[in-house]
C-alpha cells in the first residue's frame, strides 16, 4: 500500500506539509471553478466555496468533509435560501449588500440558516459552510434562477474536483476504509 500524499507531507514536514497540502489543492480546485465562471461569465466562485475546500484538503477526515455532506448540505442551503428571498418577496429588491440590510433581509437571513442548520441536523448531514450558501442566496446577493444554477453547477464541480483529487492522492476521506 503506498502512503498518501498528505501523510507523506505530514512525516516529512509536519504542519508545514499538511498546510501546502491543503493551500495547493484548495488554489487547484477554487481556480477550476473560477476558471468556468469566466468561460461562462457566471459566479461559479462564491464565498462558501472557501470553507468547504478548506474541509476537503485541511480535515478529509471529518464528516462534513464528505461528498454526500457537501452535495446535500449546500442544496438544502440554496433551497432555503431561496424560499426565504421569495416568500418574502425580495427578490425584486437590491441585495442587503447593495441596498442595504433591511428588516426583510434579516427576517430571511435568519430564518433560512435556521432552517438550513434544522433539515442538516435532522438528516445527520452536518456540511457547516452551507450556512454561508443560504445567507448569500436569502440576502439576495446571488439570486436569479441562473444564478442559482451556476452556483449548483460550482458546487457540485468543486465536490467532484476535490473528492476525486484526495481520492487520487491517497487521502482517506471520512467514511472510506
Same mark, same amino acid.
Given at each position: 500500500?503506498?502512503?498518501?500524499? +498528505?501523510? &507523506?507531507?505530514?512525516?516529512?514536514?509536519?504542519?508545514?506539509?499538511?498546510?501546502?497540502?491543503?493551500?495547493? #489543492?484548495?488554489?487547484?480546485?477554487?481556480?477550476?471553478?473560477?476558471?468556468?465562471?469566466?468561460?461562462?461569465?457566471?459566479?461559479? @466562485?462564491?464565498? !462558501?466555496?472557501?470553507?468547504?475546500?478548506?474541509?476537503?484538503?485541511? !480535515?478529509?477526515?471529518?464528516?462534513?468533509? &464528505?461528498? *454526500?455532506?457537501?452535495?446535500?448540505?449546500? /442544496?438544502?442551503?440554496?433551497?432555503? /435560501?431561496?424560499?426565504? @428571498?421569495?416568500? +418574502?418577496?425580495?427578490?425584486?429588491?437590491?441585495?442587503?449588500?447593495?441596498?442595504? #440590510?433591511?428588516?426583510?433581509?434579516?427576517?430571511?437571513?435568519? +430564518?433560512? *440558516?435556521?432552517?438550513?442548520?434544522?433539515?442538516?441536523?435532522?438528516?445527520?448531514?452536518?456540511?457547516?459552510?452551507? /450556512?454561508?450558501?443560504?445567507?448569500?442566496?436569502?440576502?439576495?446577493?446571488?439570486?436569479?434562477?441562473?444564478?442559482?444554477?451556476?452556483?449548483?453547477?460550482?458546487? *457540485?464541480?468543486?465536490?467532484?474536483? /476535490?473528492?476525486? @483529487?484526495?481520492?487520487? +492522492?491517497?487521502? &482517506?476521506?471520512?467514511? &472510506?476504509?
Amino acid at each position: 500500500m503506498t502512503i498518501a500524499v +498528505l501523510d &507523506r507531507a505530514k512525516q516529512r514536514w509536519d504542519k508545514l506539509g499538511a498546510g501546502i497540502y491543503a493551500a495547493v #489543492l484548495s488554489i487547484v480546485v477554487l481556480a477550476a471553478s473560477g476558471l468556468v465562471g469566466l468561460l461562462f461569465h457566471l459566479p461559479w @466562485l462564491f464565498p !462558501s466555496l472557501g470553507p468547504t475546500v478548506m474541509l476537503f484538503f485541511e !480535515s478529509p477526515e471529518q464528516k462534513a468533509s &464528505r461528498p *454526500v455532506n457537501t452535495l446535500v448540505g449546500h /442544496g438544502v442551503g440554496l433551497a432555503a /435560501g431561496a424560499l426565504c @428571498l421569495y416568500a +418574502l418577496g425580495l427578490q425584486q429588491q437590491p441585495s442587503a449588500a447593495v441596498g442595504g #440590510l433591511t428588516p426583510l433581509h434579516v427576517l430571511s437571513g435568519v +430564518l433560512s *440558516v435556521g432552517l438550513t442548520t434544522f433539515v442538516l441536523t435532522w438528516l445527520g448531514l452536518p456540511h457547516p459552510p452551507a /450556512g454561508a450558501t443560504t445567507l448569500i442566496v436569502s440576502l439576495g446577493i446571488l439570486s436569479s434562477p441562473v444564478q442559482l444554477l451556476s452556483m449548483a453547477g460550482a458546487i *457540485v464541480l468543486v465536490t467532484v474536483l /476535490g473528492w476525486g @483529487l484526495n481520492a487520487l +492522492l491517497g487521502t &482517506r476521506p471520512a467514511g &472510506r476504509t
